[in-house]
């Protein structure tokens, strides 16, 4: 169940309707960042099958790493066994991954008002780390995010651009 | 990701890396790179060989880069990729760390 509508930072023409189960590929992984390697060979499969181009195969990639480490890091505090379920499906153009978990949610919510990358004044007054949001804003061509029931759900949605 | 180091003229440091600078790669080269920050005066960072580069990548390059930057020094960033230099410019990170092409041009720089 979704406790809230999406949130105002996530850009897109809205929650993209998410298929049902017998349509839609699925994996499902243990909370560790050594888990990264699986979903990246599992998405390049797909982006071999839809022929992407190097550009989208990039911010798929980039933005699937920046999601699971904010799952794993933050949201879970890098403890592992917990879930992280990540569906795949094609709809319109679109390439979308919706990530779901249980945990708490994480920065997302608390960066929502500064969730564009902020000008740093200098080299030394940057606070290492924090550009996760900002790489996902730039690279998927559209973001929702749902608080659900004991968890959060993450839809990315890459246009597809073949060769 | 692989990282190798070549000594230039006028106490420059220039540091290879070669693969993929995501959370994996990033650990690889975290210990080396802040060795060479501990030591390093101008430190030239190439990037001509890396294919990826994620927020994790982002922090193994800024945090040694501070470091360097602490001690009086200064650190270039050379020949990123397309989409390499796309996450520079997403994050601001080209806004506090200089970018060039040319290798000359990077060099004149840090001296």
């Not at chain 1, 699986?38 to 999601?67: G, M």
């Not at chain 2, 040694?64 to 390499?84: D, E, I, N, T």
């Not at chain 2, 970018?99 to 840090?110: G, N, R, S």
Request: a negative charge; proline letters at 5%.
């Amino acid at each position: 169940m979704i406790a809230s509508a999406m949130l105002p930072f996530f850009e897109g023409p809205g929650l993209p309707v998410m298929p049902t189960e017998e349509s839609q590929d699925l994996l499902v992984l243990d909370s560790r960042l050594t888990e990264l390697s699986r979903v990246q060979s599992w998405a390049e499969e797909l982006a071999d099958e839809l022929n992407l181009n190097q550009k989208t195969r990039y911010a798929i990639r980039l933005c699937l790493e920046e999601a699971l480490a904010n799952i794993v890091i933050h949201g879970y505090r890098s403890e592992s066994g917990h879930p992280v379920v990540i569906r795949r499906w094609f709809a319109e153009g679109t390439l979308f991954f919706a990530i779901e978990d249980e945990a708490t949610p994480f920065a997302l919510e608390a960066d929502a008002a500064g969730a564009d990358a902020q000008e740093p004044a200098s080299l030394e007054s940057l606070t290492p780390g924090g550009n996760g949001i900002p790489l996902l804003r730039h690279f998927a061509g559209s973001l929702a995010y749902e608080r659900l029931d004991g968890g959060n759900r993450l839809t990315m949605g890459f246009p597809v651009q073949p060769f | 990701m692989t990282l190798s180091t070549e000594s230039m003229d006028g106490d420059i440091t220039r540091v290879l890396l070669d693969g993929r600078l995501d959370i994996e790669g990033a650990a690889a080269i975290d210990l080396r790179m802040n060795v060479l920050a501990g030591s390093a005066k101008f430190l030239l960072i190439d990037l001509s060989n890396v294919s990826f580069l994620g927020s994790m990548g982002l922090r193994s390059i800024v945090v040694p880069a501070q470091a360097v930057r602490r001690r009086g020094g200064k650190v270039a960033l050379l020949s990123p990729v397309p989409m390499v230099e796309e996450v520079l410019k997403a994050s601001n990170m080209d806004k506090v760390l200089p970018v060039f092409h040319e290798l000359d041009a990077a060099v004149a720089t840090l001296r």
